[in-house]
């Protein structure tokens, strides 16, 4: 029997083409935790059949390696018509928030098609994959379940919660029966929590590196989220928590002084001199940054916000918050 794993990093599926626990691995990896959500005109052709007018760089296959994926770039499959290959395609899901948001949107988009949806099995891994080495993910002998109704249910309900012009679907999510689904109700708490919250105006990863900071940490990669470092919180990934950070020191009023480097991209990563200067920066909270700690400053009071929030676009007059005391949402 062929098997197929997806993936939703290409750090677990690297681990799990080393383990060689099926014939092949592939990484279907799209961020969904930050920016503004593509449309789903964009992420159908992603993955749909490569089409004529197909440009490099535009279609899900591109840059993915091995001898079955040969094959099917030289035919230029969809994902469909490839998983349709294998007699059983098994979906390994990590617990970060980004990995379920990938997770609700596959399923929904798999969901149509019976050729594809009858051969799905499900793995909710209680550990990052990518963190673990080869010969343990071979050792393992995970609990895989076939995928039903129920969970494609849960999926779609909470991949459109997600996509909603505010956050009161997803925030209804809490009210629902999620476990067929059991890493997701966990993840929509922290993409909650990452609302500005009541009081800061700043959502908890942001709040997090000024707390490390005031207790001493002092230099930016000390703030940053990781395998066993001080913040925890894993709902961003190393390029958005960098942008995060950034959008704390640089604005009218900062919160965090000291950040001798940026903008934080791939050019400054580029250039050794530039990237050691941001790794040496002494960073320190200013005034508004101590207040916030203490809990009587508001960033957005001060500062101007644009972000996205799923479908939600959260401005100054569009300011929904999150009420970590109650765990209630705040309406503008």
């Known amino acids: ?33 930050c920016g503004k959500l593509p449309p789903s005109s964009e992420l159908d052709a992603l993955f749909s ?5 197909y440009r490099a760089g535009a279609h899900w296959l591109d840059n993915l390696t091995g001898r079955l994926l ?13 998983c349709e290959r294998f007699d059983a395609v098994d979906l390994w899901g990590d617990p970060d928030p980004n990995s379920q948001l990938q997770l609700i949107w596959l399923l929904n988009y798999l969901r149509p098609h019976a050729s594809v949806a ?4 499900i793995l909710q ?49 809490l009210t629902q029966e999620l476990r067929a689904l059991p890493q997701l109700r966990n993840s929509v708490v922290a ?15 942001e709040m997090r590196m000024l707390e490390l900071l005031s207790a001493g940490q002092v230099h930016p990669y000390d703030l940053f989220p990781g395998h066993e470092k001080p913040n925890t919180r894993r709902t961003f990934g190393y390029w958005e928590t960098g942008a995060l950070l950034e959008g704390l020191a640089r604005c009218p009023m900062p919160a965090i002084s000291g950040l001798d480097e940026g903008p934080f991209d791939l050019d400054m990563h580029e250039d050794p001199e530039r990237h050691q200067r941001y790794k040496r920066s002494r960073l320190a909270l200013t005034g ?20 996205w929030s799923g479908g939600t676009e959260l401005t100054n007059e569009t300011l929904w918050r999150w009420d970590a005391g109650s765990r209630t949402l705040v309406a503008p």
């Open 1 to 33: 029997m062929t098997r197929l794993i997806l993936t939703f990093t290409d750090s677990g599926a690297g681990g799990l083409k080393a383990a060689r626990l099926a014939d092949c691995v592939v990484g279907v990896e799209q961020r969904f935790v």
């Open 49 to 53: 059949p490569r089409a004529a007018s």
């Open 70 to 82: 040969e094959d099917a770039h030289r035919q230029g499959l969809g994902l469909i018509e490839f």
């Open 118 to 121: 009858s051969r799905l099995a």
């Open 125 to 173: 891994a209680d550990l990052i994959i990518g963190e673990r080495e080869p010969a343990e993910l071979a050792a393992w002998q995970p609990r895989l379940a076939p995928v039903r109704g129920h969970q494609f249910e849960v999926a779609s309900a909470a991949w459109a919660a997600w996509g909603a012009s505010t956050p009161e679907a997803w925030f209804n999510l």
């Open 191 to 205: 993409l909650l929590e990452e609302l500005p919250a009541r009081g800061s105006g700043l959502g908890a990863t």
């Open 288 to 307: 508004l940054g101590k207040a916030i700690v203490a809990g009587s400053g508001d960033f957005s009071q001060y500062n101007p916000i644009h972000r």
